[in-house]
């Protein structure tokens, strides 16, 4: 686990609505704050200590010039906070790292089972992939309870340039537990592979035990769950 402490400003440049339910709020970049994609901040309102989640994932890839996070609607205080956020307001961050080396192995094979709303750290992954021209062999396994894909107008254009990135979007609402384990076992080629799944953590848990009993290595599993869903 690789975490740093650090006071860092960070200032609303603009708040989106994303797909049905989510939200995106983008950063101006503060000077010299360097991260990997993959990596998550904890922040605060400056001056307040609202209730709920303060993780997030950065959504944007470390070489967009706006620094993003992607969230699902809630109703926390935190949550509430977010949603009403306008240009210019404050937060801070306090933390901000990555868990169990969940960085992407470059020019390795690797497969990225995300799940819902864990498809932000994927993004910042994938983005940084396209921007630089890096053609590795990484399958993408994107399940989200309906057809609403975060991202996927994004996704697909760069899968369409990568030639080694391929997406399967699985929509979980009319599939039961064990169809979907078949299917994400199908696409899942070898245990011979970086795995990395990101979600909610009963979502985590479970395809985290599917990848073993197929004989992947846990040390080949890294992990980033989103506690709070
Ligand atoms: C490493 C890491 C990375 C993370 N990255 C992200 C990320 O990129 N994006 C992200 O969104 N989260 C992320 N999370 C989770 C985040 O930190 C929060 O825990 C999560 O968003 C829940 O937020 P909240 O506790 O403020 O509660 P809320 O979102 O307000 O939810 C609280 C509870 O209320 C329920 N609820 C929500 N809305 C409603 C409603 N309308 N009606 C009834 N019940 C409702 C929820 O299911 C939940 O049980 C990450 C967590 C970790 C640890």
Do not use: C
């Amino acid at each position: 686990m690789v975490t740093k402490n650090q006071h860092i400003e960070l200032i609303v440049s603009r708040i989106e609505a994303d797909q049905t339910g989510h939200w995106s709020v983008y950063f101006h970049r503060p000077a010299n704050f360097v991260f990997a994609a993959g990596d998550w901040i904890d922040i605060q309102f400056e001056g307040r200590q609202l209730h709920g989640g303060i993780t997030y994932s950065i959504a944007s890839s470390p070489t967009e010039s706006d620094m993003r996070i992607t969230f699902r609607e809630g109703i926390s205080e935190f949550k509430k906070a977010l949603q009403s956020i306008k240009p210019n307001d404050r937060l801070t961050i306090s933390q901000y790292g990555n868990d169990y080396d969940f960085q992407l192995k470059k020019n390795q094979a690797s497969v990225l089972i995300a799940g819902g709303i864990g498809i932000a750290p994927f993004r910042s992954m994938l983005k940084e992939m396209f921007d630089t021209h890096q053609d590795s062999d990484v399958t993408l396994i994107y399940l989200n309870q309906n057809e609403d894909f975060l991202f996927k107008d994004e996704l697909e254009l760069w899968s369409k340039r990568l030639t080694n990135l391929s997406i399967s979007y699985i929509a979980t609402k009319d599939i039961n537990r064990k169809k979907r384990e078949k299917l994400i076992l199908s696409l899942v080629k070898s245990p011979h592979r970086n795995f990395y799944i990101s979600g909610p953590p009963a979502m985590v848990e479970s395809n985290e035990h599917l990848l073993i009993d197929m004989g992947v290595e846990v040390r080949d599993i890294r992990i980033d769950s989103f506690g709070g869903y």
